[in-house]
């Protein structure tokens, strides 16, 4: 059995998209769990008014409604009352790619030996979907793949829990960890899920960059020096200088260049 968590705070125009997703799913041996933060928008009772349908497809299904310290804190909260064998997490307005994901990763595969499993992801800006830059041998630089499209051995998630001093990269510091300690990654070869590009990591790109360094430094990965992050830190500026005044059209312009340079191939 697998686990889905989805956080969410205030979704209620959102989370249909993402609950759906998740019951449309050909693979039923999984159960799913919905972390509400104490939302005041009815977003707990969006999510209580899925409760029949995935009853009558025998699939178990928990709201969670309650305060906590953010979105690490809830996704704590959640895998400490996760059964599945394997967690992934779909923030709520994300969804999965198609309704065959689960069938493609766990029907007739064998993951004996495998403590984490990764796919491919979607990201959807402008009204285009173009593939995440999947790199996992670059992990002590940067993300290497979308956490939307991870599924980790639950013993893992409990083991090393995700640390709530960090506001935005604890994901991460997470795969950082799991790495470090000789821990096995396998790519599943499945596009996994599509999601937004906005979210707090994307648009808040000076704390992400600085948080990201402090995460290496802990986890003993080799940081900058002094005057190459000054430099990172002046093109990071102007880039979110872009980001908040520029056109969209000239946005838009500029993240097909973007994904040109960084050949993002384009999902069709």
């Known amino acids: 059995m697998i686990t889905i968590i989805t956080i969410a705070y205030n979704e ?27 939302s005041e928008d009815g977003t707990a009772e969006k999510a209580e008014s899925y409760r029949k349908a995935f009853e009558d497809k025998d699939v178990s299904y928990r709201v969670i409604s309650s305060h906590d310290r953010g979105i690490y804190d809830a996704m704590n909260i959640a895998v400490s ?22 069938a493609d990763i766990f029907a007739r595969r ?9 796919g491919d992801t979607a990201e959807e ?12 041998e670059l992990i002590e630089k940067r993300m290497p793949f979308s956490h939307q499209s991870v599924f980790a051995r639950t013993e893992l998630l409990m083991e090393f829990p995700f640390d709530l001093k960090w506001k935005i990269g604890a994901d991460y510091d997470f795969l950082l960890k799991l790495y470090k300690a000789g821990k096995r990654f396998m790519d599943s070869g499945v596009l996994i899920a599509k999601i937004s590009k906005s979210g707090v990591s994307s648009v808040r790109l000076k704390d992400t960059y600085l948080e990201t360094i402090a995460i290496k430094k802990e986890r003993g990965v080799p940081v900058p020096d002094e005057k190459e992050m000054k430099k990172e830190l002046i093109s990071v500026s102007v880039r979110q200088f872009g980001m908040d005044y520029f056109p969209d059209f000239l946005k838009y312009y500029i993240r097909k260049v973007q994904r040109k340079l960084r050949k993002q191939g384009k999902v069709t």
């Open 81 to 102: 009352e996760a059964k599945g064998e394997w967690t992934a997490f779909m923030n709520a307005g994300d969804e999965y790619f198609s309704d065959h994901v689960f």
């Open 12 to 38: 209620a125009k959102s989370i249909s998209k993402t609950i759906e997703s998740v019951l449309s799913q050909t693979y039923t041996d999984y159960e799913y769990i919905i972390k509400d933060g104490g």
């Open 110 to 118: 064998n993951w004996t030996g495998t403590d984490l499993i990764f």
């Open 125 to 136: 800006e402008y009204g285009e979907l173009h593939y995440f830059r999947k790199c996992p």
